[in-house]
């Protein structure tokens, strides 16, 4: 069975451009959450998708969006870049039951986002 | 507001020691609680799940614990080997949503 799939691996882009980053998740699996990574803050959570609608959100500005599609699939953009978000941006993937308590979250390698 | 704390912050050890990783957290209220494993430039991989309800969970040479009354989760590895080398992360998971709270995690070297 395919892992969760994260595309591109690196990316490096420049001050106020945009980004989109793309995650593909374990087939089956129905609810994707994003996670940035970063020295100084650690893992923090960013939202979380089930069945296209956005289930919770994390304490990050508006620049930051994300979306789910119809094959579960998900992409999160950042606009106006800035230095701080610079970081590796980790995608998971779950089984969501029906209670939605039991199931480990399982995550792609991330994509590695360099602003400068 | 949740706060998960994990020390040592990093861990040198020689091949074939047992070792316990720790991971404390201030509100005993979780949902479960997930140990992972992070290679250098990688993501996250799943060790082990533990319920609110349970006390322990075992893969292979991996055991975790969890105690909510004291806010504590150890993980414990037997016998650890070079390739256990890596930076262990615990998460406590608070509600049905899957925003988990990390601790900044124990980089653990097993020396050969």
């Known amino acids: 069975k395919a892992g969760v799939t994260q595309t591109p691996r690196y990316l490096i882009k420049t001050r106020g451009q945009q980004v989109t980053l793309s995650c593909s998740p374990i087939s089956g699996h129905r609810s994707v959450s994003w996670y940035q990574q970063t020295p100084g803050q650690g893992l923090q959570f960013l939202f979380e998708?089930?069945?296209?609608?956005?289930?919770n959100k994390g304490n990050f500005p508006g620049r930051f969006s994300g979306r789910q599609f119809s094959n579960s699939r998900s992409e999160m953009n950042v606009s106006t870049l800035e230095l701080g978000d610079s970081a590796l941006y980790l995608c998971?993937?779950?089984?969501?039951?029906?209670?939605?308590?039991?199931?480990?979250?399982?995550f792609g390698n991330g994509t590695r986002l360099t602003v400068t | 507001k949740q706060e998960v704390t994990q020390i040592p912050a990093a861990l040198s050890v020689p091949e074939g020691e047992n070792l316990v990783l720790n991971c404390s957290f201030t509100?005993?209220?979780?949902?479960?609680l997930q140990w992972f494993r992070q290679d250098p430039g990688k993501g996250l991989t799943s060790l082990l799940l533990?319920?609110?309800?349970?006390r322990e969970q075992t893969s292979g040479r991996l055991n975790a614990s969890l105690d909510k009354s004291s806010g504590r989760s150890t993980l414990y590895i037997a016998a650890s080997q070079p390739g256990d080398s890596a930076t262990y992360l615990c998460a406590s998971r608070m509600d049905s949503s899957y925003k988990l709270i990390f601790g900044s995690g124990t980089r653990l070297l097993v020396r050969p």
């Open positions: 533990i319920q609110s309800s349970q």
């Open positions: 509100d005993s209220a979780i949902y479960n």
């Open positions: 998971a993937s779950s089984l969501r039951t029906g209670s939605g308590l039991d199931s480990p979250l399982h």
């Open positions: 998708y089930f069945s296209e609608t956005q289930r």
